[in-house]
């Protein structure tokens, strides 16, 4: 089970951070993932890390402003979200695969339910 928190209504240039606990599976096994899906959209990926927490990966439209991290001692995956756009604005979800972290939908098992992020002008 992966339960986002940590979304809400911010203003442009303002700062969230997300988190994704997971549960009933060993934590460091899987890469985990963030993405997020604006209304009207397709889900789009946003980041990425690896098992470890030695690598990451940033779509264009977030690098520099994002950061994703882990701690697997407590089972949580983290999304440091800085310099925020209303284009931001969208659901975001965590995701966990086996293996290497990937950016594509299809390649992630377990999906949580979600946290709505709204960013204001």
């Known amino acids: 089970q992966l339960v986002e928190s940590g979304g809400g209504l911010v203003q442009a240039g303002g700062s969230l951070r997300l988190s994704c606990a997971a549960s009933?599976?060993?934590?460091?096994?899987?890469?985990m993932g963030w993405f997020r899906q604006a209304p009207g959209k397709e889900r789009e990926f946003v980041a990425a890390?690896?098992?470890?927490?030695?690598?990451?990966y940033y779509a264009d439209s977030v690098k520099g402003r994002v950061t994703i991290s882990r701690d697997n001692a407590k089972n949580t995956v983290y999304l440091q979200m800085n310099s925020l756009k209303p284009e931001d604005t969208a659901v975001y979800y965590c995701?966990?695969?086996?293996?290497?972290?990937?950016?594509?939908?299809?390649?992630?098992?377990?999906w949580g339910q979600g946290t709505q992020v709204t960013v204001s002008s």
């Open positions: 995701a966990l695969r086996g293996g290497s972290p990937s950016l594509g939908v299809p390649d992630y098992e377990y």
């Open positions: 009933g599976r060993t934590f460091s096994n899987y890469a």
């Open positions: 890390i690896s098992r470890g927490g030695y690598r990451t």
